[in-house]
C-alpha cells in the first residue's frame, strides 16, 4: 500500500542550529510532498508544497527538498527558535483517486534555548 | 480569515448514540474531508467529498457516515458510537485539484471525542 513514512518519532536541537526532517514515501511516487505543523490540540497548518519535478522550495526558514532517487523530501528550519517547537506532519498525494493525502505520523520537534 | 470551523472542541458521548460532527468552511472549496488522529497511528482519512452530495470512502470509513447537502458543510455522522471511536477528529478543506493553486489542506482546530 502506497505509504509516507516519517521514521524519527522525536528531534532535539539547540537554538539556533538547523533541524533537518526526513520523510520517506514507499510503494507508490507522489505527484508532490506537503508539509504541516501541528502545535498540541491544534489542527495541522500548512506550510510548504514541493512537486516530483521541482528539487527544492524555499519560504523564509524553510526549506524542502524532494529527492525522487531517493524517494525522500527533506524539511529543514534554519536558525531555528523555541517557537518552532511543534510537530511536523509530511503528507503525499495518493495515487489513483482524486488526489486525497496520505499523512505520515509526524516528527516532534522540540527547539532548546 | 479563511476559515474551517468544527462545531465543538471537546464531546463525551455514551456508547451507542448517534453522534453528529458537524465542519463549515468559507473558501468555497470544492474538497472536504474527515481525518481522525491517534497517538502512534497519525491522520486516517474517514470521508471525503469533492463536490456537494458526492462522498467516497477513506481508509476507515466502518462505523462513520457523512452528509454533504451544501458545498460549505460537511458533516461525519457516528451512528452507533463506541469506545474505540474516541479520538480527535479533524475536518479540513482544499480547492479543487483541477483549479490549480498550491492544495494545501486547510483544516479545523479538531473535536476531541470522549465515547463513554
Known amino acids: 500500500s502506497q505509504k509516507i513514512e516519517q521514521n524519527s518519532e522525536a528531534l532535539n536541537i539547540q537554538e539556533g542550529k538547523t533541524a533537518t526532517l526526513t520523510c520517506n514515501y514507499t510503494n507508490y511516487s507522489p505527484a508532490y510532498l506537503q508539509w504541516y505543523r501541528q502545535d498540541p490540540g491544534r489542527g495541522p497548518v500548512f506550510l510548504l508544497l514541493?512537486?516530483?519535478?521541482?528539487k527544492e522550495k524555499r519560504k523564509e526558514r524553510l526549506k524542502v527538498t524532494f529527492d525522487t532517487t531517493l524517494k525522500q523530501s527533506l524539511f529543514h528550519i534554519t536558525a531555528s527558535q523555541p517557537a518552532d517547537s511543534a510537530t511536523y506532519l509530511c503528507a503525499g498525494r495518493r495515487r489513483g483517486s482524486q488526489g486525497n493525502l496520505i499523512f505520515g505520523k509526524g516528527t516532534k520537534l522540540s527547539v532548546k534555548p | 480569515d479563511v476559515k474551517v470551523t468544527q462545531s465543538s472542541r471537546y464531546l463525551v458521548k455514551r456508547t451507542g448514540e448517534k453522534v453528529f460532527l458537524e465542519c463549515v468552511q468559507d473558501?468555497?472549496?470544492?474538497?472536504m474531508f474527515w481525518y481522525r488522529q491517534d497517538p502512534g497511528l497519525g491522520l486516517r482519512l474517514i470521508y471525503f467529498s469533492y463536490d456537494v452530495k458526492m462522498k467516497e470512502k477513506g481508509d476507515i470509513p466502518e462505523g462513520y457516515s457523512v452528509s454533504r447537502e451544501k458545498k460549505e458543510r460537511f458533516s461525519l455522522i457516528l451512528e452507533s458510537a463506541s469506545t474505540n471511536q474516541t479520538s480527535m477528529y479533524l475536518c479540513?478543506?482544499?480547492?479543487?485539484?483541477?483549479?490549480?493553486?498550491?492544495?494545501?489542506?486547510?483544516f479545523g482546530s479538531g473535536t476531541r471525542l470522549t465515547v463513554v
Open positions: 473558501m468555497d472549496h470544492e474538497n
Open positions: 514541493i512537486r516530483e519535478n521541482e
Open positions: 479540513a478543506s482544499s480547492s479543487s485539484w483541477m483549479a490549480g493553486g498550491n492544495y494545501g489542506y486547510t
